[in-house]
DNA sequence: GTGAAAGCGCTAACAT
DNA sequence: ATGTTAGCGCTTTCAC
C-alpha cells in the first residue's frame, strides 16, 4: 500500500535551490522562466526522475484530465477496434480512460454515475449500438455538464456528439455491389431491429433498390440478430418458403456465414447458386468458405476521432457538438459473382 | 471545463452544523460517532447528493484505488472476456481500472511507467501471453513495488502472481478425448512457439500420448499462429506430404477452421475420415461445419479472480503471490467421432 | 523573473 | 464522541 515514495516537486526544488513556484513553471512551460533557470531545473527534474502526481495537478487545477470509457459489452469485437483508438488518442493528449461496463442495463447506470462523482472524469465516451429504452441513460448523464460522445448510438433530439460510421452509404455499398453483378432479387439478413446500424443498413439497402428500379420485396428481408444462427435460420426459413432470391446481404459476417451453411445444407452453392455479401470484415471473413465479400468499416479511426472530438468539447465547451459519419470501403473476395440465371425461384 | 460545482465535503458539514472531520468519519464508516449524529449527517449526505471526491481522498490518504489494465491486443477476444471479469470485481471493491495498451512492444512500456508514475496506479492487472523478450517489461515495473498480477504470462523466476487457465490440463483433455475415441494418429496443429499457452497446451497434448502409449510423432506436429491461415496451410502440408492421421488437435478454434478448409478441400469428411477439436468455444465453434467440438475456458472467471488478488495484494503486501489456475471444460459437439480405421495412411 | 502565501477536498494525528 | 491542526502535492493568486 505504501509504496516507493515518490518524488515530489519540493525535492525537485530543493535540489535546484530554487521555489517550488519555480519549478512548477517549468513543468507547464509557463514564459516567466529564465532560460538558464527552466534549463537547470529541467535537468534536475531529469536527473531526479521527476513526473508531476496527476492527482495533486487536479485538485489545485481543478482538472482531472481523466475520461471514462462506457460500454455494453467489452467482448464486441466492434467496440474493442474503437476502443483501440481511443485509447491511443487519449494517450497522446495527456488523458487516460477510465473504464466502466454499462452492461446495456439501466441498472448499471450507477457505476457511470460514480465515475462522473467519485473520479471527476471530464468526458465520456459512450460506445454502444442504439437501444430506444436506453435514452434516459444518456440524457441523465448529460445533465452533469459533462461532454458526451457517443459511437453508434445517436438520439435525434439530444444534440450529443456522434462519431460513428456511415451504415446508410455501406448498406448502399453492399447492395449496389450485387445491383452491379446483376441481381434483382437479393434477399436481407438483418441484425437486431432496434440497432441504429441496422435501420441504417436497411435504409442503404433500400436506397440502392429504389434507385435501380428494383421493387422491394419485404418477404425477402429477415433477421433479428448478431449471430450465426440469425442468417442460418433466416435463410433456412427463406428456402423452405420457396423464395426466390439470387443474392444475400448479411448484415455482418456471422451472419453471412450461418446463411452460407444453411445454403449449403440445402445444395446450394456460393457464390455460383447464391451469392453472399458480409459486413465488419472479420478475421473469420478471409478464411471462410468461400472468403467472403465484405464491408469493411475503419472503427480504429473513429475512436480515434470520437476521442480527438471529446477532448476538443472539454477544451473548448463553447464548441458545438457534432456528427460525423465515416465512410465504408467494399471488400471484395469470391463469395458474390454475377447472377446465374439458371436458377430457378417462387 | 470548469463544470458544474460539485458538492464538498465542508457543505455537508456546514449544512449538518457538524466539523468537517465527523463527516469525513461518517463516509469512511468509522466507529467513533453517536448513532445520531451518524444518522443525521448521512440524511445530510443523501439530501446534497454528496460524494467524495476519490482524487483528494487519495492526496490525503495516499491512495488513489486506482488499478492499470495493461495488455497488447484489445481486439483478442480472449483479452475482452478478461477485462469484463476485471472491470466488475475491481467495481465491486471500489477500484477502477486506468485501460493501457502496451502494444506488446518495449517501446510502449513508457504508456505503463506513466500510468505508474502520473497516476499512481496502486497495482497492475497484465494479460497478455508469454513472449520470451518482453521480460525486461515486467521486472522493471515491478521495481516500482507495485503490485503485478499477470494473465497468460508466467517467467519462471520472477515470482509474479499470475492467474490463468490450465493450458495443460486443457492440451491434455483435448487429446485425451481424441484418445477415448480410438485416435492414435493425432495431429497437432499449433499457435504461435512463444507462447506459454502454445507451449502447456502442447506439452498436455505429450502428456496424454505418454500416459496411453502412444508414440510421439513429430512430423504431426505443425503450426506457429493463430489465424485460418495456420490451419489451413499446415493441414494441406500434412496432406501433401501424405502423413496419416485420423484425428486433429488446433490450438484454438479459427486453427480448427481452417484445418477444416484444407480437409474439406482434399475432400476428405469431417468427423467421418478425420477428427478435429478446437479450443476457446469462440462463437464460430457451435455454427461451425460440422459444429466443432472444443475446449472451453472460463475467462470472465479468471479476470474477477486476477483482480481480487491483485486488490489482495495491494491491501495486505504481506502476502505471496501465488499462481493459480483455472480448470477448462470440453464441449463436445460433432466434429469428433470414433476413429474410422477404413482410412489409410503414410 | 521569482518567491511566499493560500487553498484545492480530503484524512491523519492530535487534541478535548 | 467530536473538533482542531496539519498537510497530502500541486497550482493559483499576489507580492516583490
Redesign the interface.
Known sequence: ????R?ITIKDVAAQAGVSIQTVSRVINNRPDVSPETRKYIQTTIDKLGY??????R??AA???YTLG?ITG?????WF??I??GA??EA?EHGY??????SNIAPEDES?IL??L????V?GVLFVRANYENENDHLTHLRE???PIVTVGYLWPDTGLAMIDVDNIGGGRQATEHLIGLGHRRIAMVTGPTKWKSVHDRTEGYLQALRKAGIPVDRALICGGGW???TG?ENTKALLEKGKSFTAIFAHND?IA??AA?AL?EAGLKVPDDVSIIGYDDT??A??S?PPLTTIKQPMTEVGEAATRFLIQM??D?AITPKQVLFDTTLVIRSSCAPVNHNRGGE
Open positions: 500500500m505504501d509504496k516507493t515518490h513526473q508531476p502526481f496527476a492527482n495533486a487536479g485538485l481543478k482538472r482531472t470509457l459489452d467489452f467482448t464486441d469485437i474493442s477496434h476502443a483501440t485509447e491511443k494517450q487516460y480512460f477510465f473504464l466502466g461496463n457505476r460514480r465515475l462523482t467519485e473520479r471527476h471530464e452533469f455538464g459533462v449471430e450465426h444462427r442460418y456471422r456465414r450461418g451453411h449449403f478475421a473469420e478471409e478464411f468458405d472539454i477544451e465547451p
